[in-house]
């Protein structure tokens, strides 16, 4: 049997009348990168709020790693090492770059009632922080405010903001979410630097990305997961090229 | 940014507007004195009490993010925490099984921890809301107390309290007004030492970032409530020893103490001053109680003495003009960019 650090079983969310989540099963095997594709609307990011505990599911079970996390709060789950990006940049607008990496490897190192000493000038944080911006390739804009940030540098925060948690599954909602084609690219090649060092849950339009950095890939229509596979797999499944990869121009 | 300013360790413009304001407020009493108006250093004594009140409000509200429109609640308890102890001193009777006492570092430890424990209270269930609700919780809260104080007619009800004097400090002589400005100049300078560090600690990073983003603090595993929740009462805290301050001075306490418009002046200054900043609410104080002082009088001098009740009508206008083309508020305009810490 698979290696499974997430196995989500008989997931239900629905929003009134819609099944956003439909009785979806899904395994993330330690290790690999599993894509998660599907038509806007399918489900993915209902799919990732439930996994990072900000929707509860109506029905079903999570595991994490052996546990049940189901009902567990958002902010304890970090703390287990699931880490998460959101689709729509989601960061502290008025603080540096540095600042909002250091937050989170302050988030790491034990709880934050510590009145005295300034965080800033403290190098546990600030050192580590600085070292994920750069793997990221964000260095060089370190001290820049973010609200002053361009759209694709944000994004790339985001991603150095989850890696500072040091997370064992990382889901990642959309990362090159409007990027441009070389931004895109370069982000393909930070997260392929990651292949195998962390495990991922990869939510992505972009097909060229998904099969450059997918080990396998799951595919959700209408919050059912209609086929799960290696990519050539995937390529070739009837189903999925009926329901989703047929759209895409019949390549 | 700030780590680059902070190491260069330049004169800002900041920390020139910041070395000014302490010089002229530890030589206020001289310059009372020289202006041959003794009066000043009374007034000064209340600026700086309120000053403190507004500076523990902006820690919740300018670093927090949270809205709290019942201030004057642990303002008005810590005030009546030295009140009533010294009602019973005076009276030689008991509250609760404790004696009363005209102590300062007791009264005042008092007031401090019962305003800390009310505001503990209150936040525990206002935090479990947002927005408009927690505006209106933290009010409903407030006036409720409130009616409270005003119901106790053991404490003077509606009327107050009085107290036979000021506290006693280690046998320092408080009745004297330079001795009391002094005492006050200290309290507050204290205070701001201490928020300063706390706004700048990892505490510090944390609810500055709840106020930016509560939902990414979240997923980055921080339990926001426990931070926010010790945020306020520390808050509540500061402006509970403001509160016993402000009974020393007056030598009086009253329900209006806590009443919602005592909240608003505090929110006004902390407006005025520039929310974000921590020392804008030191000069919203002074401008907020100079104008309180002086506007009425300016009316009554110019035979406009119909208006002398109302210079708020005056003050709305300067408020809206500030809120409109000093985003950082009055510091913001002395200070300059680096006002606010963000
Ligand atoms: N809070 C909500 N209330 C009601 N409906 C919602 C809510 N969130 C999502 N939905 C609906 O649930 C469905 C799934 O949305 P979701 O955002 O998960 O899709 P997605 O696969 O991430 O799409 P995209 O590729 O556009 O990001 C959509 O029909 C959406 O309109
Ligand atoms: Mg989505």
Not at chain 1, 182 to 190: F, G, L, S, Y
Not at chain 1, 229 to 242: C, E, H, K, L
Not at chain 2, 325 to 335: C, D, E, Q
Request: hydrophobic share 50%; aromatic share 8%; proline share 3%.
């Amino acid at each position: 049997m698979a290696d499974l650090i997430l196995d989500v079983r008989h997931l239900h969310k629905a929003f009134g009348a819609l099944a956003a989540t439909d009785d979806l099963n899904l395994g993330v095997e330690r290790g690999e990168v599993h894509a998660l594709i599907g038509p806007n609307g399918a489900g993915k990011t209902t799919l990732i709020a439930q996994l990072a505990g900000e929707l509860t599911p109506d029905d079903g079970t999570v595991t994490f790693d052996g546990r049940d996390i189901t009902a567990l709060p958002v902010h304890q789950r970090p703390h287990l090492g699931l880490a998460r990006s959101f689709q729509i940049t989601s960061v502290l607008m008025d603080f540096t770059s540095l600042d909002n990496v250091a937050m989170a490897v302050q988030a790491r190192a034990g709880h934050s009632f510590r009145f005295w000493r300034r965080a800033r000038a403290e190098r546990a944080l600030r050192v580590p922080a600085m070292d994920y911006l750069d793997r990221v390739g964000l260095g060089a804009r370190a001290h820049v405010r973010v609200s002053a940030l361009a759209h694709g540098e944000r994004r790339q925060l985001e991603l150095a903001m989850a890696l500072a948690l040091e997370p064992r599954l990382l889901l990642l909602d959309e990362p090159m979410a409007g990027m441009g084609p070389e931004e895109t690219q370069r982000m393909v090649q930070v997260l392929k630097a990651l292949k195998g060092e962390i495990t991922m849950l990869l939510v992505e339009h972009d097909m060229d990305a998904v099969f450059a950095l997918a080990d396998r890939l799951t595919v959700l229509v209408y919050g059912k997961a209609i086929a799960t596979g290696t990519p050539d797999a995937i390529r070739a499944n009837p189903d999925v090229r009926r329901a989703y990869l047929g759209e895409e121009g019949g390549a | 940014m700030a780590d680059h300013s902070h190491r260069m360790g330049a004169i800002t413009r900041k920390t020139a507007v910041l070395a000014f304001g302490f010089v002229l407020l530890a030589a206020l009493p001289g310059i009372a004195h020289l202006m041959d108006e003794p009066f000043l250093v009374s007034t000064f004594s209340r600026v700086l009490i309120y000053a403190m009140a507004a500076v523990s409000l902006d820690l919740i509200l300018g670093y927090g993010g949270m809205v709290s429109f019942g201030h004057a609640a642990f303002f008005g308890v810590g005030a009546y925490v030295v009140g009533i102890l010294a009602h019973h001193a005076a009276e030689g009777t008991t509250v609760l099984g404790l004696a009363g006492t005209n102590l300062a570092v007791v009264s005042w430890a008092a007031a401090v921890l019962v305003s800390a424990g009310v505001a503990a209270v209150i936040g525990a269930l206002s935090l479990r809301t947002d927005g408009v609700h927690f505006i209106m919780i933290t009010l409903a809260f407030a006036q409720m107390l409130f009616f409270l104080f005003v119901s106790l007619e053991p404490y003077g009800g509606d009327d107050g309290l009085m107290m036979m004097g000021r506290n006693d400090l280690f046998g320092i002589d408080l009745s004297d007004d330079m001795t009391f400005y002094y005492l006050c100049f200290i309290a507050l300078m204290a205070f701001l030492l201490l928020t300063r560090r706390l706004v700048d600690s990892r505490f510090g990073m944390v609810i500055r970032g709840c106020k930016q983003n509560e939902r990414r603090m979240r997923a980055l595993g921080f339990p926001v409530y426990r931070y926010k929740l010790t945020a306020f009462v520390i808050a509540g805290a500061g402006a509970g020893l403001a509160g016993a301050l402000s009974a020393n001075h007056t030598e009086f306490v009253s329900p209006d103490f806590l009443h919602w418009t005592m909240s608003g002046d505090i929110m006004i200054i902390v407006i005025l001053g520039g929310i974000g900043t921590l020392y804008g609410p030191v000069v919203g104080a002074v401008v907020f109680l100079m104008l309180e002082e002086f506007l009425p009088l300016a009316f009554d001098s110019v035979g406009l003495e119909g208006l002398k009740e109302h210079w708020r009508f005056l003050f709305g206008p300067i408020l809206i003009l500030v809120v409109l083309f000093a985003r950082r508020g009055l510091f913001g305009l002395l200070a300059g960019r680096e006002a606010r810490d963000g």
